[in-house]
């Protein structure tokens, strides 16, 4: 009886990585000059449909859908992939994309660029798009024989912990310049990530609490005022404190009296 071999799972897994890795690194070559973002697979009886996410989906495409034709028979010839269906999808902000922002940079300064007017063009454009940080780093050999890095930032970047891994989106591209490689390292935070020292005011709370306190004092204006027992002490010492105030008053009085009595006799005179 021949026996029947069985793959595995964890070998499966692992075929289906190398696939995928082969895959992303074959699409980044070919659509390159479409601004490449990523690319996602998904598996039907019928067939596999790959998306590919990129800045300009028309290039892709292709007129009549050559250009996405041509690209399944190099995936079916290169991966082995039995059935493969290209689409493409337009990124909605390609400058919150770290790849499409390195590819960027990447071309124009194999254009011939100035790397300074390039990398602040990209950070500026970065930031309008809404990105809460970016940091671009430039090595290689700029006009000189001795090659450095430089560095442009601006925002938040987070660079180790958890936070560095979840929130920041990373990127490196290569340019082959007659003088030698420059590389080009670009992360971007996103304008959705939020910082673990963020303070949220929570307006529905505000409202409850002026709630709250508005009822108190309201309870506090309609309840009555309880009275406070005075000592008899201190009453007999008022009313005799009032008693004397009330003498001192009719005195006054009389005497206000008696001098206008005086100034009428005087008038008559």
């Known amino acids: 009886m021949s026996s029947v071999k069985t793959v595995p799972t964890y070998k499966k897994f692992i075929h289906e990585g190398i696939i995928r890795y082969s895959l992303h690194e074959l699409l980044e070559r070919i659509t390159e000059k479409a601004g490449f973002h990523g690319v996602d697979i998904s598996s039907t009886p019928v067939r596999d449909v790959i998306t590919v996410y990129v800045e300009r989906p028309g290039i892709v495409i292709g007129r009549g859908g050559r250009a996405s034709k041509r690209i399944g028979e190099m995936i079916k010839e290169t991966l082995g992939i039995a059935n493969p269906y290209i689409q493409a999808r337009k990124v909605e902000e390609p400058f919150l994309s770290a790849r499409i ?34 940091e671009i780093r430039l090595s290689g050999k700029f006009g000189s024989q001795r090659a450095r890095e430089e560095r442009f930032r601006a925002g938040v970047i987070y660079r180790c912990g958890q936070s560095q891994v979840e929130k920041v989106d990373y990127a490196v591209k290569h340019v082959l310049m007659p003088q030698g490689v420059i590389g080009v390292r670009v992360r971007i935070v996103r304008p959705d990530v939020e910082s673990p020292d963020s303070i949220v005011i929570k307006e529905e709370k505000i409202e409850e609490i002026r709630q709250r306190v508005k009822e108190e004092k309201e309870k506090l204006i309609e309840s009555e005022i309880m009275e406070v027992e005075v000592p008899e002490e201190i009453s007999e010492e008022v009313e005799l404190v009032s008693s004397e105030d009330a003498s001192q008053e009719s005195e006054e009085e009389q005497v206000v009296k008696s001098e206008e009595v005086s100034e009428d006799a005087v008038q008559e005179s």
């Not at 254009?111 to 950070?123: M, P, Y």
């Open 101 to 134: 922002v390195a590819s960027y940079i990447a071309r124009r300064i194999a254009k011939g660029e100035r790397h300074k007017r390039v990398a602040f063009s990209a950070l500026r454009r970065v930031m309008m798009a809404g990105a809460k940080g970016v």
